[in-house]
């Protein structure tokens, strides 16, 4: 299916109308110079040929088969050698066969095994024009500099085109058609994601969302289909590519000043002026765009920032290059979701924003095992499903490198988890440290965590009943001073999951992940006595002690809707009574 690309489509027939005519073609890899060539030349006798990166005999061997078959010329000329006598057997062809066309795709591979190639067809072209045959020749190629040096005065088939076009990625109204049903903002995150490149943009299965064709098409495994497009695109381009791809992969990073660019990915000995050949190459070619503001001198480096000019080369250098490692241990789904997809902003649009990790993953989980061994229980505080991954990975590690660990750890908040992280709090010993009050509908969970998270990561929010009946086991706190001490409101949402001042018909909070009462009470007693190493506290029972709090009601006997309306009548510390309350 051809897309887009009207102007220029009509602007190649019309060229080709006007025979004879040269016409160079040029664009980057991956831009559609092939099919657009399909489409134009539908109805047009043509002779096409791709080269390819081989010896100049047999490129014209293979040439020679193509004219054979595509011509349907047999064997009549076995005998001819050379561009110029093969080029010449299509011209008389020509002379029957008013607008046949030849097209030599990738032409600087030809030139690469021929340089004396342009002066062949500088001299058939004279004749051409000279003889008025009607014969059309398309020359097409990737390289953008080489294409771009046959226009030049000093090549010989300087002024002798009739017709130059240099093909650009689709705009954003032709990718949409590539989109399907997807939603407007489904869509510019899409453009954001393959760029106006119709390759990238044909392999989109609009069928499924743009997650699903992220992991599909980038993250699946070594096969997936633009996963190493990158080093492909730029080995076809350029040599000892490894310092244009560390360039590409900083500015996609954040730098874009020179000299921030050289010390995060250079060595001492790398100087602005060493480097500069390879900012050079890699803006002639277009993947990276170099811009200054109108009130300083472009020619000074300090005064220029740098973009990565093509989205589908950003996206993948920010996302792709550097999660590469992690695709080779963890599912693509999870890497996407981990490590790719962003938090919302307030439109609920794509931010940018992945959150934060106050401690490198990699010396967490040295530290974490560190102090496994060294007999501490590690408690992590850690909101997001990133932060929770993170901190799950290093007790793995610690577990690993100390298989006789007898170290309670607990991670605290858990606000967002991935499903696949659920059960291996179980398998860890990982014991799930709550803050049930903050799992209720009020105003900052409404208006400052849902549009921001989006509706699937908002749906994994305090799975409690889910962590439980995974195996895990729960501990409960408050985190004062920035929330309420009170355990017996806690313990209210994490049964109701709704706030004790809630309206009767306010909506509860994924009712599903709610808790009876013996589990929440559970949580914030046994518990939490677990992970303080407090065993003597954990049970009512001979030999404990007798720490206790005596409510002024049974809140098992009475409605869910009325456990916060409890109050403490009596504590008991070790047996002694601490607190009576005045009508006590």
């Not at 010329?73 to 001819?80: H, Q, V």
């Not at 250098?317 to 938090?343: D, G, H, M, Q, S």
């Not at 401690?359 to 095992?369: F, I, K």
């Not at 889910?466 to 408050?478: D, H, P």
Request: charged share 20%; hydrophobic share 45%; with cysteine.
């Amino acid at each position: 299916m051809f897309i887009g690309r009207q102007r220029e489509l009509e602007a190649l027939k019309d060229a080709l109308r006007r025979s004879p005519a040269l016409v160079i073609l040029y664009g980057r890899r991956r831009v559609g110079k092939s099919a657009l060539l399909r489409e134009a030349l539908k109805d047009i006798p043509h002779v096409s040929f791709q080269a390819t990166r081989l010896t100049d005999a047999d490129n014209q061997a293979t040439f020679k088969e193509q004219i054979a078959r595509q011509l349907d010329m047999g064997l009549t000329f076995p005998g001819l050698s050379g561009w110029e006598h093969l080029i010449n057997a299509i011209r008389e062809r020509a002379s029957a066969t008013s607008g046949l066309t030849l097209v030599l795709d990738e032409f600087p591979y030809l030139c690469e095994s021929n340089p004396g190639l342009p002066s062949v067809l500088q001299k058939i072209r004279d004749e051409v024009i000279h003889e008025r045959i009607p014969f059309n020749l398309i020359l097409c190629g990737s390289r953008i500099a080489f294409m771009g040096e046959l226009l030049a005065e000093r090549n010989p088939l300087y002024g002798r085109q009739s017709a130059v076009m240099d093909l650009k990625p689709l705009p954003f109204r032709d990718a949409l058609q590539f989109f399907g049903d997807w939603g407007l903002q489904e869509r510019v995150r899409g453009y954001a994601v393959f760029g106006g490149m119709p390759y990238y943009l044909s392999l989109i299965e609009a069928r499924e969302s743009l997650a699903q064709n992220i992991e599909h098409l980038f993250l699946t495994s070594e096969a997936a289909p633009l996963r190493e497009e990158p080093q492909h695109l730029l080995e076809a381009e350029l040599q000892n590519v490894g310092r244009y791809a560390s360039i590409l992969h900083a500015v996609a990073g954040g730098a874009n000043k020179r000299g921030e660019i050289i010390n995060r990915m250079f060595g001492p000995s790398d100087t602005s002026d060493s480097i500069s050949p390879y900012f050079e190459r890699l803006i002639a070619l277009r993947l990276l765009a170099a811009e200054s503001s109108v009130d300083v001198d472009p020619r000074r480096t300090r005064n220029v920032r740098y973009r990565v000019a093509d989205p589908f080369l950003a996206f993948h250098y920010r996302f792709v290059t550097p999660n590469l490692t992690a695709l080779e241990t963890a599912p693509p789904k999870e890497v996407y979701e981990a490590l790719i997809a962003p938090y919302l902003d307030a439109c609920g649009c794509q931010s940018g924003n992945r959150g934060l990790s106050y401690v490198d993953p990699a010396d967490l989980a040295e530290q974490v095992s560190r102090l496994d061994i060294a007999g501490f229980g590690v408690h992590v505080h850690a909101i997001g499903d990133r932060a929770v991954r993170e901190a799950l990975d290093a007790f793995d590690a610690a577990r690993a490198s100390n298989p006789v660990s007898r170290g309670r750890h607990h991670i605290a908040h858990l606000q967002v988890l991935h499903p696949d992280d659920i059960p291996r709090f179980a398998e860890l010993s990982v014991t799930a440290n709550m803050q049930a009050l903050w799992a209720a509908h009020e105003p900052q969970m409404d208006e400052l965590t849902i549009p921001f998270l989006g509706p699937e990561r908002s749906a994994r929010q305090y799975p409690f009943a889910s962590l439980l009946r995974a195996g895990a086991r729960l501990a409960a706190g408050s985190d004062w001073a920035v929330s309420s001490a009170n355990p017996l409101e806690g313990i209210h949402v994490a049964v109701n999951r709704a706030l004790p001042d809630a309206e009767p018909d306010a909506e509860p909070l994924l009712p599903g992940q709610a808790l009876t009462l013996a589990e929440a009470l559970a949580a914030y007693t046994a518990g939490s006595a677990y992970v303080n190493h407090l065993d003597e506290t954990a049970a009512v029972a001979p030999g404990y002690l007798a720490d206790l709090v005596v409510l002024d009601r049974d809140p098992f006997a009475g409605p869910p809707e009325e456990i916060a309306a409890a109050t403490v009548a009596l504590t008991y510390v070790e047996g002694e009574r601490v607190y009576p309350a005045p009508a006590a």
